[in-house]
């Protein structure tokens, strides 16, 4: 499957999900990296008007549990993520986050992902948001039968 059936896919996939509720939008992936963008308006602020943090992380668990599904057999196997610790570096009221993920260690039972988030405001001014790092495990799926 090419890079832009790929896109599609993830997209098609997100209706009646988090990711439909907060318009998390899978934007590229190149085999090791992931990355997906999401506004920021009044459904993902804080009740003082800036980007929740919870909104940030669910974005980088959502880029990070999905790459490492990109590489495990979908049919066998389910990607959990277990860990995810996030910093969150710089505030912001609107415009555009970006998070991409890539692999730090890819094993045969876990995964380690750093995400980066980068914001571009409504003036254009472009800086890292938020650093996250996940934990993901690979789970065979007859664990679950």
């Given at each position: 499957?090419?890079?832009?059936?790929?896109?599609?896919?993830l997209?098609?996939?997100?209706p009646?999900?988090?990711?439909?509720?907060?318009g998390i939008?899978?934007?590229?992936?190149?085999?090791?990296?992931?990355?997906?963008?999401?506004?920021?308006?009044?459904?993902v602020?804080?009740?003082?008007?800036f980007?929740?943090?919870?909104?940030?992380?669910?974005?980088?668990?959502?880029?990070?549990?999905?790459?490492?599904?990109?590489?495990?057999?979908?049919?066998?196997?389910?990607?959990?993520?277990?860990?995810?610790?996030?910093?969150?570096?710089?505030?912001?009221?609107n415009?555009k986050?970006?998070?991409?993920?890539?692999?730090?260690n890819?094993?045969?039972?876990?995964?380690v992902?750093?995400?980066?988030?980068f914001c571009?405001?409504?003036?254009?001014?472009?800086?890292?948001?938020?650093?996250?790092?996940?934990?993901?495990?690979?789970?065979?799926?007859?664990?679950?039968e």
């Open positions: 499957m090419d890079k832009a059936e790929l896109l599609a896919k997209n098609e996939s997100s009646n999900t988090l990711m439909d509720t907060l939008v899978y934007t590229d992936f190149t085999g090791d990296t992931l990355t997906a963008e999401m506004e920021i308006n009044s459904r602020h804080q009740p003082i008007g980007l929740h943090g919870g909104a940030s992380l669910a974005l980088a668990e959502t880029v990070g549990s999905v790459l490492s599904i990109t590489t495990v057999d979908s049919s066998n196997y389910y990607v959990f993520g277990t860990q995810v610790n996030g910093y969150h570096l710089k505030s912001v009221k415009g986050i970006s998070a991409t993920a890539q692999f730090i890819k094993g045969n039972t876990s995964h992902v750093e995400i980066n988030i571009t405001d409504d003036e254009g001014n472009t800086f890292k948001n938020c650093y996250v790092t996940m934990t993901n495990r690979i789970v065979p799926k007859n664990n679950f």
